[in-house]
């Protein structure tokens, strides 16, 4: 596995369990160890994308993204249905 | 309002195309368990909950059925992309190709199309989140067609 394959499986996995504490927080909106550890899963997100973008470049293509260079970034394939948006992105 | 992240939920890429198998995944996608009605069930229930907890997730889980339709639908492009002639007749994709070609349509394995009458808005918690409950269960049915099990499945 390659380092930006390590990294994108770390941050798919941040993801679910971002995901997933958001749900339970939902139905259990005063628990307080749900919170601490949503803040902690989201630093290290935060942390991973980092060194991923240092190496890189930009993680995910979102609207948000600033326009740089001579073409509109978003509409760059494969899309994430087509075959190996894993390793083209 | 929703934003759209240029990723899926969890990564599809599948190698070998199989018509078959995608004519019983599309199931998942508008078939009456499907992702599509899931989607929609917790979407349109949520205007009429009392409770900001079931306002919440209603709208979060909603978002993520989405998420796992739009997951479907990836494993059925992937399936049934450059099909030969031979290939569509010998699946028995030729069915669904008459009237779709390669395009991805909410239907359920049989044929059927995605109907709203697989979900009920009732504007009544106790009959929304029952109803919720059942179509829970149902996610359970869908697994056993596709586990390598000899035994008679019902």
């Not at chain 2, 869908?142 to 499945?153: M, V």
Request: net charge negative; charged share 25%; glycine share 6%.
């Amino acid at each position: 596995m390659s380092r930006k394959e390590q990294l994108t499986k770390i941050i798919y996995e941040l993801d679910f369990a971002l995901h997933e504490l958001n749900l339970y927080l939902d139905t259990h909106p005063t628990s307080l160890k749900a919170m601490e550890l949503l803040k902690e899963y989201r630093n290290k997100r935060q942390a991973a994308v980092a060194l991923y973008e240092e190496r890189f470049g930009k993680y995910i293509s979102t609207i948000d993204e600033v326009p740089a260079g001579s073409c509109w970034k978003w509409l760059k394939g494969p899309w994430p249905w087509e075959n190996n948006f894993m390793e083209e992105n | 309002m929703w934003k759209y992240e240029k990723k899926l939920q969890y990564p599809i890429n599948i190698k070998n195309i199989s018509p078959k198998n995608a004519q019983i995944i599309i199931s998942q996608f508008g078939g009456p368990d499907g992702e599509l009605g899931a989607a929609m069930r917790y979407l349109t229930q949520r205007y009429s909950q009392p409770f900001n907890e079931v306002k919440g997730i209603l709208t979060d889980i909603g978002t993520e059925e989405l998420a796992h339709m739009e997951m479907v639908c990836a494993m059925v492009h992937q399936l049934t992309r450059n099909l030969t002639e031979k290939e569509i007749k010998d699946s028995g994709f030729d069915k669904y190709f008459v009237d779709h070609t390669n395009g991805v349509f909410p239907q359920a394995a049989a044929g059927i199309p995605w109907r709203a009458e697989y979900i009920q808005s009732k504007g009544d918690i106790l009959a929304d989140l029952h109803e919720d409950l059942a179509a829970d269960a149902t996610t359970t049915k869908e697994q056993p067609l596709f586990s390598k099990a000899q035994k008679p499945l019902i």
